[in-house]
């Protein structure tokens, strides 16, 4: 167990569809990523937040959003969802300062099946 | 841009075989290796990790050296078991001071091992 939590595990939803993702960091950790996984795209890295601020960002969609609030729980928006947002939405946290943990180490969730049908 | 090539799969192996997952990387500054490791029907775990240059990760029998010579970080490990069968995945990090940074990932390798 990494420590880290998603809900919920399966979402399955239709085309034009909102929803929304939940990942809970391990317990300090400061950072929250977010990577999408398909067949054709591999693991791709969306977004990462630190302490509540983005910090960076990569192939993300402008359909899709995210956020970190201050208890440090993030969540991933995505709407107007196509057949092709199919995928497994992973959230993975990495350490802090406060915890004496390494800040390059990154702890996956169990990831989020997203079915757009 | 930072990239990870790795070997192509699925590899099928017998147990107690030596096994080899060739990984290459380009980076521009000084990366953190990694080796994740993803069962069927689970996330990502992180298997083993290496710093810097000439430093050796190991975990469960598994090692890698990050090679900044010839940027590689070969996975080994010297007999493989049924349950090793899963999908490896290479990957580097340029974290940005204390506060991380992003992994990419190569395009994973399927492990198959059978008894």
């Known amino acids: 167990d990494s420590g880290v939590t998603q809900t919920p595990k399966h979402l399955i939803t239709a085309t034009g569809q909102r929803v929304t993702l939940r990942c809970s960091p391990r317990s300090g950790d400061l950072s929250v990523y977010w990577y999408q996984q398909s067949l054709d795209q591999g693991l791709q890295f969306l977004i990462q937040y630190y302490n509540g601020e983005e910090r960076a960002k990569g192939n993300i969609l402008e359909r899709f959003s995210a956020q970190q609030f201050p208890d440090l729980h993030s969540e991933l928006n995505l709407s107007s969802l196509e057949l092709g947002d199919s995928a497994l939405y992973f959230c993975a946290s990495s350490g802090s300062s406060a915890r004496g943990g390494t800040f390059y180490e990154q702890y996956f969730g169990p990831g989020t099946r997203l079915t757009v049908t | 841009g930072d990239s990870v090539t790795q070997m192509e799969g699925p590899v099928t192996l017998s147990e107690e075989a030596f096994l080899t997952i060739n990984c290459t990387y380009t980076a521009t500054g000084y990366p953190s290796l990694f080796w994740y490791v993803q069962y069927p029907g689970e996330g990502l775990q992180l298997l083993l990790k290496?710093?810097?240059?000439?430093d050796k990760g190991s975990n469960k029998g598994f090692e890698a050296t990050y090679r900044k010579e010839t940027t590689s970080f070969h996975l080994e490990k010297g007999s493989v078991q049924v349950s090793d069968s899963a999908v490896y995945f290479c990957?580097?990090?340029?974290?940005?001071?204390?506060?991380?940074?992003?992994?990419?990932f190569g395009q994973g390798t399927e492990l198959s091992v059978k008894p």
């Open positions: 290496a710093t810097k240059a000439d």
């Open positions: 990957a580097l990090s340029v974290a940005f001071y204390n506060q991380g940074g992003k992994l990419i």
